[in-house]
Nanobody
């Protein structure tokens, strides 16, 4: 399975961005797709994830209300809508996936996209 992420960029604080990730290859019915981010000098952290099997979605508590994850199973894509962005959201955002239960632990994901830079200016 290969993941291709897109949609990053530079935005002013308060603005919005939409990231998209497309999976290609053998995608199972249990496929979980999610987003992580890593800011300079910080560990990779969970942002959101969505389960193909039961359509369950989960967004990190601190990001709820600003970030939304959605997926299109027919196209094997997942999108992350980010609103009211803050400078603290600046990071490289990674799309990730695995054939397992929905998880916040990056170590459980075995497929990763190349990362897309999101920069929020104050």
């Amino acid at each position: 399975v290969q993941l291709q992420a897109s949609g990053g960029g530079l935005v002013q604080a308060g603005g919005s961005l939409r990231l998209s990730c497309a999976a290609s290859g053998r995608v199972s019915n249990n496929f979980v797709m999610g987003w992580f981010r890593q800011a300079p000098g910080k560990e990779r952290e969970f942002v959101a994830a969505s389960s193909r099997r039961d359509a369950t979605t989960f967004v990190e508590d601190s990001l709820q209300g600003r970030f939304t994850i959605s997926r299109d199973n027919a196209k094997n894509t997942v999108a992350l809508q980010m609103n009211r962005l803050e400078p603290e959201d600046t990071a490289i955002y990674y799309c990730a996936a695995h054939d397992a239960v929905l998880s916040r632990d990056p170590n459980t994901y075995n497929y990763w996209g190349q990362g897309t830079q999101v920069t929020v200016s104050s």
